[in-house]
């Protein structure tokens, strides 16, 4: 597609549910990086991907947190037993190869209840 | 691991001042450093990219600065308009980008 797609938009859920976040990256894009951002922070790193492989997933909070990118392309967040602590907007950016040139989504606002 | 510091946290100005936003990191195996605008409760638009072999890059107002080897770089705001409000974002990138906290600038009518 044109740009990164993360989907959904906004996601409100209960405390101690699971969710999926899902991103789209652009065409032939390589790498692929997921973030957090808290009010009033800037974007953590949570993980990057080079190809399927998850290539650096050192700032993954817990192991209740886990990302997926079986083709190369579609990534999906997975969230199990959400906290309320976890609510934050979670961005997604693609890169033709790894370091240069990012292309933002607008990320996926999450509340947990 | 790359730590990437912002200071200030928040500056306040009056209409027409230019003004200098601050960055460091600590690791200068960087291959760029980039700089980013983020409205509240939007995403991020990108003003700025200096590759680790430039030493700035300038737009319409805006001119960053990059000293690698010192961990360093600036954005300056020439003329700043209320308009200008918003946070801003500094990001080093090697494999993967890290960002610094942002600054938030309030340019006030």
């Known amino acids: 597609g044109a740009g990164v797609s993360q989907t959904p938009s906004n996601k409100v859920t209960e405390k101690g549910k699971y969710v999926e976040l899902r991103c789209d990256p652009i065409s032939g894009h390589t790498a692929l990086y997921w973030y957090r951002q808290s009010l009033g922070q800037g974007p953590e790193f949570l993980i990057y991907f080079q190809g399927t492989g998850a290539a650096d997933d050192s700032g993954l909070p817990n192991d209740r947190f886990f990302a997926v990118r079986p083709e190369g392309s579609v990534s999906t967040l997975k969230i199990q037993r959400t906290e309320r602590g976890d609510s934050a907007v979670y961005l997604c950016?693609?890169?033709?190869?790894?370091?240069?040139?990012?292309?933002f989504g607008s990320g996926t606002r999450l509340t947990v209840v | 691991k790359q730590e990437v510091t912002q200071i200030p946290a928040a500056l306040s100005v009056p209409e027409g001042e230019n003004l200098v936003l601050n960055c460091s990191f600590t690791?200068?195996?960087?291959?760029?450093l980039q700089w980013f605008r983020q409205d509240p409760g939007k995403g991020l638009t990108s003003l700025l990219l200096i590759q680790s072999s430039q030493r700035e890059q300038t737009s319409g107002r805006l001119n960053a600065s990059l000293d690698k080897s010192s961990g360093r770089s600036t954005l300056y705001i020439a003329a700043s308009q209320p308009g200008d409000s918003a946070t801003y974002l500094c990001?080093?990138?090697?494999?993967?980008?890290?960002f610094g906290a942002g600054t938030r600038l309030t340019v006030k009518p």
């Open positions: 690791d200068s195996a960087i291959y760029n």
């Open positions: 950016a693609s890169s033709l190869s790894g370091g240069r040139g990012y292309t």
């Open positions: 990001a080093a990138s090697h494999n993967d980008m890290r």
